[in-house]
């Protein structure tokens, strides 16, 4: 089973009824989503419920997964697609605080990282839904745009446009709590 590196190659395998391989994608994939996840909930344990659930609809739908865009990014769509559905059955959309942005742990070391990180979470949580969506995707998951459009299911420019915006109010936040000048590219 570990000879199968090709996914296109393990989901023939998985549709030709070979379950096992789909173990395969769950371990290759988990730790990206989960860090996704994790931004949308605060409860580490309703963030793994939602990665099951996400996980069960990829394995039920696999049959109609087309190839148009990856696997990966077909997957993260399901997976912020199933977090979305959750929170709004709970109607947490309407607070903004019970949105968690998590951050990579390299940003964590230091004092002046921790400060830096609290302004920064701050600034991505005031971010209207889509653009802050962008920002995580294009910047803590490091997606290009043309994954983040496939992802958000919307042209690759409006991508492009939501993440613009909002480094456009990122930086004017930092300006305007006179927070030190940071480097963020503008596209």
Known sequence: ????????????????????????????????????????FRDPEMAR????????????????FEGR???????????????????????LFDSIEDTVIGVPSFIERGIFHNQLLDYLKTAVENLPLKQKQTV??????????????????CPYDT??????????KIRDFFSKNEIYEVELEVV
Not at 15 to 36: I, P
Not at 69 to 77: A, E
């Open 1 to 40: 089973m570990m000879g199968c590196r090709d996914e296109g190659e393990i989901i023939r395998r998985i549709l030709n009824g070979d379950t096992r391989f789909f173990t395969v994608l769950v371990k290759k994939y988990e730790r990206s989503l989960m860090r996704v996840l994790s931004r949308y």
């Open 49 to 64: 419920d939602v990665l099951q659930e996400a996980y069960l609809k990829a394995y039920l739908y696999l049959p109609n």
């Open 69 to 91: 865009s990856s696997f990966k990014n077909w997957l993260f769509r399901i997976a912020v697609n199933t977090a979305k559905n959750k929170l709004r059955s709970f109607r």
């Open 159 to 168: 991508a492009k446009a939501n993440y613009r915006h909002a480094v456009m």
């Open 136 to 153: 995580e995707l294009r910047v803590f998951e490091e997606l290009s745009f043309k994954e983040v459009a496939e992802i958000m299911e």
